[in-house]
């Protein structure tokens, strides 16, 4: 089977799964999801399945991609951001759909290959962070909307108040356990307080606070020269 008609099967799988939102369907019919993807898992690419991309982290299943990017609503000049960019996929996706697409991420590799797939594919209306998204980007807030692609416990306080008032959503998986999460969408209305709406049950890897500890200091690794003790 081609590419092309492996994307075309996949679309009719999501409209099947009820995404009927066509400037979704095109941002997924457009962005190659082969180029996100280690070279062993190519011909699952098109496949809906969650596929491994280093670091013990995970490009979702396309249909949880697609119901999450459904439930934004988002619009053409809005701004959004994005926490966990992973391989950058979720992010390409979301950038055909929006103004501006900010994306964190916390592991430097991950940050590094997916921004080289940006500019591979010309999507220049993204801008990337290294850090920890579990802050959020207060220098470039509010924003219109907010996607969390890792589980967190709770609503982070500080991405809820970068939210736009009145009309700001936040989309994320909360929950402790691995297996078992909610999908939930959080809508920030006039007078400041938020709705909060389930969506279904999916399983996402977890949101870590802080940034991941180098190799060379968190045991296993070379020490470095700074750990020698000075030669007499
Ligand atoms: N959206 C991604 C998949 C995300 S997997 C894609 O389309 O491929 C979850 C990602 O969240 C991982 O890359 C992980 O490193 C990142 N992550 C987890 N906690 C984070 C944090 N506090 N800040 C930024 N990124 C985080």
Not at 145 to 166: K, S, W, Y
């Amino acid at each position: 089977m081609t590419i092309a008609s492996r994307k075309i099967r996949l679309v009719m799988q999501l409209r099947r799964h009820g995404i009927s939102d066509t400037n979704v369907l095109s941002a997924i019919e457009r962005i190659p999801r082969e180029v996100f993807v280690p070279s062993t898992f190519q011909d699952q690419a098109y496949e809906d399945m969650a596929l491994p991309i280093g670091h013990g982290q995970t490009l979702s299943r396309p249909q949880v991609v697609a119901v999450m990017t459904q439930a934004l609503c988002v619009q053409r000049g809005q701004r959004v951001l994005e926490v966990g960019t992973g391989s950058g996929y979720q992010a390409a996706v979301l950038s055909r759909l929006c103004r501006r697409l900010y994306t964190i991420e916390r592991h430097r590799e991950l940050l590094n290959l997916a921004e080289a797939r940006f500019t591979k594919l010309r999507l220049h209306n993204i801008t990337t962070h290294f850090g920890d998204g579990w802050k959020g980007w207060p220098a470039q807030a509010p924003f219109e909307r907010i996607i969390v692609t890792a589980a967190a416990p709770e609503v982070p306080a500080d991405l809820a108040a970068q939210l736009n008032p009145g009309s700001g959503i936040l989309v994320l998986p909360i929950g402790r356990s691995s297996r078992d999460q909610d999908l939930v969408r959080v809508t920030r209305l006039e007078d400041g307080s938020f709705r909060e709406e389930f969506l279904e049950s999916v399983r996402f890897v977890p949101l870590v606070a802080g940034m991941p500890v180098p190799e060379a200091l968190g045991g296993g690794g070379r020490p470095t020269m700074a750990c020698r003790s000075p030669e007499s």
